[in-house]
Each structure stands twice: as structure tokens, then as C-alpha cells.
């Protein structure tokens, strides 16, 4: 198993945007196979706001596990269950490859935006499917960066998608992971799969707003802006005139972003 780099960290910037995913913007395809009762374990949960909404569906009765490789942002997410009141949800750390769960021990196994940060995605599908119970479903969401497209242009635009999917695969992933799901699950073993697409947009003043500034400030003040350039993908220069690009985009009456994204279930 090749070793993977987290490539966006847990910068505020990047937190920003795990906070504002939930259930309905990102687990839709899901949310029609949960019902009260069931066990979940929602690998990479990060700051918890899909885990929490999880909880939610699977009570009363069901359970839902929490698990992410940093112990710090799972600090997070245990305050945001707090907040809503929830008593059916546990956390732990945990690296997908290895679970420290035994066999057949949950009814769903889900993972948003995981795969294409992982250094062996096959292996960790196996290890999704050694723990979810017979009859149960693997559920997995992933964004496809190559397919990220928007209006207008900018060439400084262009040139932070090549950089992105560059530093991103120097760092083990891989970036363009939608289109690969289903061929990922099929070596991990899984012969019922039912795969979709859905897609983020982004294109009132208040998303653009959102989206370009979250990115603007990743690219210079993240993980990602120093794997950039200490790997020497690019200078930091080059990274403040994409960053200043972004929020030249973000400006424009008639900008439009798309994040299309695969998803699949998977039947143990």
C-alpha cells in the first residue's frame, strides 16, 4: 500500500467546507437506505456534520461509529453531536486500510470525499466491506476534479485545477476518483453495485462568495499551498495570483462552478 498525504489538512479553510456538507448536499443517494435501527460507521468523518445527520436517520435503535486518522478535528465533531443533542453517535480514530472493527459489524459503511485521498482505495473498499454485516450496503461519494467545470474562464483558473490534481497525486491520491469508483469496487470484490452522479453548484453572490474564498485561502494558507511549494509545484507567488484569480471570479455576475461527483452503493 503506497503511504498518502492528507492534501488539504484541516486548515480552517478546508474546515469551512466539510461544515457546511450535510446528509441532503452530500449522502442523498444514501439517505433512502437508512432507517431507525440501523448501525453506521462513517469513515473520514471529519468535523462530523454528516455523521450527526446519520445519527439522526438511524434513531432511535441505530448507532452510528465516527472515524477519521485525526484525533484533532474528531474534537470537533463530538461538539457538534453535543449541540444537537445526540446520544447514538461514538468516535474513535482509525485508518481505513486497517479497522480496528471485527467483521460484520455494521449495517452501513459510508465514506465522503475518502477514496481519493487514500493510498490504496482498493484495500480500504475490502476493509469497508470485511466490516459491514451481510445484506448490509458500502456507500461511497467522491468528487472527480478533472470534471470540475465553470464560467467564466480565467486561465488562472485552469492553471489551479492542473496544479491541484499535480500535488495531489505526488501526495498518493487520486483526484479525479468519481469516474473510478465503481472499477475500484469491482477488484475490492463487490459484484451489486449501483452507481450515480449528483453534482455541488455554485452561482448566487453569497456561494460564489463562499467557494471562491474558501479556495483562495487554501491555496495560499493550507497544508495544500505548503505541499505545493515545498514539492516545488509552484512558488508562492504563483499561488497568491491564483488565489487573487478565485476571488476575481467570485466578482463576475455570471459566474457559475460545478463539482460533479460519483457515488455508488455497494451490496454486501
Excluded: K
Excluded at 88 to 111: T, Y
Excluded at 164 to 191: C, I, K, M, Q
Amino acid at each position: 500500500m503506497a503511504d498518502a498525504v492528507y492534501t488539504h489538512g484541516h486548515h480552517e479553510s478546508v474546515l469551512r467546507s466539510h461544515r457546511w456538507r450535510t446528509a441532503a448536499n452530500s449522502a442523498a443517494y444514501l439517505v433512502g437506505e437508512l432507517r431507525p435501527g440501523l448501525d453506521v460507521l462513517d469513515v473520514g468523518c471529519g468535523p462530523g456534520t454528516i455523521t450527526a445527520d446519520l445519527a439522526a436517520l438511524v434513531a432511535p435503535g441505530g448507532r452510528v461509529t465516527g472515524v477519521d486518522a485525526s484525533g484533532e478535528v474528531l474534537e470537533q465533531a463530538r461538539a457538534a453531536v453535543r449541540e444537537r443533542g445526540l446520544d447514538n453517535v461514538r468516535f474513535a480514530v482509525a485508518d481505513v486500510h486497517a479497522l480496528d472493527f471485527p467483521d460484520d459489524s455494521f449495517d452501513v459503511v459510508h465514506a465522503h470525499q475518502v477514496l481519493q485521498h487514500v493510498g490504496d482505495p482498493v484495500r480500504a473498499l475490502r476493509e469497508m466491506r470485511r466490516v459491514c454485516r451481510p445484506g448490509g450496503v458500502v456507500a461511497a461519494r467522491d468528487s472527480d476534479y478533472a470534471a470540475f467545470a465553470w464560467f467564466p474562464e480565467p486561465p488562472v483558473l485552469a492553471e489551479w485545477q492542473e496544479l491541484y490534481r499535480r500535488v495531489a497525486r505526488a501526495n498518493g491520491g487520486e483526484p479525479d476518483a468519481g469516474r473510478r469508483l465503481v472499477s475500484w469496487a469491482r477488484r475490492a470484490g463487490f459484484t451489486d453495485i449501483t452507481a450515480t452522479a449528483s453534482a455541488w453548484c455554485f452561482t448566487t453572490p453569497g456561494e460564489r462568495a463562499w467557494w471562491s474564498g474558501l479556495w483562495a485561502d487554501r491555496t495560499t494558507a493550507s497544508v495544500y499551498a505548503e505541499l505545493a511549494v515545498d514539492g516545488g509545484h509552484a512558488t508562492a507567488e504563483q499561488l497568491a495570483a491564483i488565489a487573487g484569480g478565485w476571488r476575481e471570479w467570485a466578482r463576475r455576475d455570471d459566474g457559475w462552478f460545478m463539482v460533479p461527483h460519483g457515488e455508488m452503493l455497494c451490496r454486501v
